[in-house]
């Protein structure tokens, strides 16, 4: 493979090419192929719309140590790399905030993630070490498979066609009109997404998540921060914090799954055969247009609310460890205690399971 250098740039011929730009200290580069990663430490990463048949990277370095950074471009694992070499362990990014940072093991050819090993490098806002930063613009046609990795700073995604796979470690991530398959995680950092048509797969270790329009399955993992969903309609929606509340409205999907370990569930607006809510310690409140199949709440310490159409038909077990329990609906009682309720409402077509360690229940008409 024919390589060549200049000015610190290293750069093969045979996946990408490099496009002389009049602004000095940015260059741009091709990548051949339908799969294409993109490896950065640092900088603030927008994935954008392009046209062709190539992804083009536009490259911005910064800091006072920019030019001891390389590029570097080739075929690695079958696919067409992009890759931002750092010199040593320790790199400053100021845009990440004094006394913050991030840890990773980077490999010598600058890729890091999939658990394969590399040395420890630290990125932090402040102190010793290589200050440098490298701002992409990658512009993808329609059609491409591109995974993009950042340690430490933003990610832009809008206006594509493909599928995509976003990481940042400590950052946040907005999306906006994305057809086809996006995938986002983020280790620090919130999200806010708004208009895909495909799949969105959101994890975000902590920090809240924003979602909105999105036409096909959703799924949202955080492991510390609310999570906010509004306007979906497809197939599976399934929605998960560790701690905070999950607040959605207008859902109309073939199933919806919410699980919280501590904080409220207030659902609206939802459209689905199949409704199940958990919360360790929090409130529920759902609100259904529709009948279900099924329906389950659990909630280890809060009040339970489920309002329906009178319609609502399904064969029904209530149990609360300690509150009362409230029908503004036409049920037809079998078995009657303090803490526990069965019996009938409507057609008595689906299955109602709602259980509480300690809180109210009731059931209210829309």
């Known amino acids: 493979m024919k390589t060549w250098s200049a000015g610190g740039w290293v750069v093969s011929a045979a996946l990408c090419a490099v496009l002389p730009l009049p602004i000095a200290g940015q260059q741009s580069h091709r990548l051949s192929g339908d799969e294409v ?24 370095l910064g800091g006072s140590d920019a030019g001891d950074l390389r590029v570097e471009a080739g075929a690695l694992g079958g696919r ?62 329609a059609g491409k498979d591109v995974e993009v990795r950042l340690a430490a700073g933003p990610l832009e995604i809008r206006g594509v066609r493909g599928d995509f796979d976003l990481h940042t470690g400590s950052g946040s991530v ?17 999200v806010v997404v708004a208009g895909v048509t495909g799949t969105l797969d959101v994890d975000t270790g902590s920090g809240d998540a924003d979602v909105t329009a999105v036409r096909g399955d959703l799924t949202v993992d955080t492991g510390s921060g609310s999570v906010t969903v509004r306007d979906v309609v497809g197939g599976a929606v399934d929605l998960d914090t560790g701690s905070g509340d999950i607040d959605a409205s207008g859902i109309e999907a073939t199933s919806l799954r919410a699980d919280t370990g501590s904080g409220d569930i207030d659902l609206g607006g939802v459209s689905s ?94």
């Open 37 to 60: 990663a993109v490896y950065n430490l640092a900088g603030h990463v927008e994935v954008v719309r392009g046209s062709g048949s190539d992804v083009v990277v536009h490259v911005t």
């Open 80 to 141: 067409a790399t992009f890759r931002v070499i750092y010199p040593g362990d320790a790199v400053v990014y100021p845009a990440l905030g004094r006394g913050s940072r991030t840890n990773l093991d980077v490999r010598a050819d600058g890729t890091f993630g999939g658990g394969h090993g590399g040395d420890r490098v630290e990125i932090r806002g402040s102190g010793r070490g290589v200050e440098a930063w490298a701002d992409l613009v990658v512009e993808v046609p």
């Open 174 to 190: 907005q999306g906006a009109d994305v057809s086809g398959a996006l995938k986002v995680d983020t280790g620090s950092g919130s």
């Open 273 to 366: 055969p199949m409704v199940v809510l958990d919360t360790g310690s929090g409130d529920v409140t759902v609100t259904l247009l529709r009948d279900v199949d099924r329906l389950d709440v659990d909630t280890g310490s809060g009040s339970v609310t489920v309002r329906a159409p009178e319609s609502l038909g399904g064969d029904v077990e209530v149990e609360t460890g300690s509150g009362g329990i409230d029908f503004d609906l036409p049920l037809q009682v079998r078995s009657f205690r303090r803490d526990r309720i069965v019996g009938t409402l409507g057609d008595g077509d689906g299955r109602i399971r709602i259980s509480t360690g300690s809180g109210n229940v009731r059931f209210l008409k829309n």
